[in-house]
């Protein structure tokens, strides 16, 4: 079978870049306030940063890249879960599932004993998706626009 999930590269950014900004502007545009709102979420210098300390893991359909999701190891036991993002018209048919899985087999195989992640409380379909996947709500930041919710899922 073909590997759907692998390890992104360099060439793959401008691709990554266009899913994460899309998929943020239709789903968030309906929940954060036009005066919060940044749209693109993300230029190419902030992805360029981030994909030299974070590892970047993409979903191909086809060749084409549909979905991406990055792990941050931050200390030596526990990694945060970022960009996670499907694009619109590929949403609800387990690609987010399997890259949320695929981080986690990979997070226990480097020995990390915890993920969490940060997403806004009013985005109900991100809170249900990271429930479904076992993680659990253990705080909340305030934002200038409502609550984010802070997400822990011990791995066993
Ligand atoms: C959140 C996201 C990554 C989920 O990816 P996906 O491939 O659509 O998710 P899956 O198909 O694996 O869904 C698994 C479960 O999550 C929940 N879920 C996913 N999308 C949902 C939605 N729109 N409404 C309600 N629940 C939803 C459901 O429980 C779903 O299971 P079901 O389809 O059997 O009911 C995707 O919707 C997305 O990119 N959203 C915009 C960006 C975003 O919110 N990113 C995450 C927070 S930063």
């Not at 893991?57 to 086809?62: E, K, S, T």
């Not at 409380?121 to 609550?147: C, H, Q, S, T, V």
């Amino acid at each position: 079978m073909k590997l759907m999930i692998e390890k992104a590269s360099s060439n793959d950014l401008n691709k990554i870049l266009d899913v994460i900004n899309i998929s943020n502007r239709e789903a968030f545009s309906k929940i954060i306030p036009k005066e919060y709102f940044k749209s693109p979420i993300l230029t190419i210098e902030e992805l360029k940063h981030d994909f030299e300390v974070m590892e970047f893991y993409v979903y191909r359909l086809n060749s084409e890249i549909v979905g991406v999701a990055a792990l941050h190891v931050e200390f030596e036991d526990s990694g945060r879960i970022r960009w996670v993002y499907v694009l619109p018209e590929y949403q609800r048919r387990g690609i987010g599932t399997a890259l949320i899985k695929f981080i986690q087999d990979r997070a226990k195989r480097i020995g990390l004993k915890r993920l969490w992640l940060i997403t806004p409380e009013r985005a109900y379909w991100a809170i249900n998706f990271y429930k479904k996947l076992g993680f659990e709500m253990k705080d909340r930041i305030e934002r200038p626009w409502g609550f984010d919710a802070v997400m822990y899922k011990e791995l066993k």
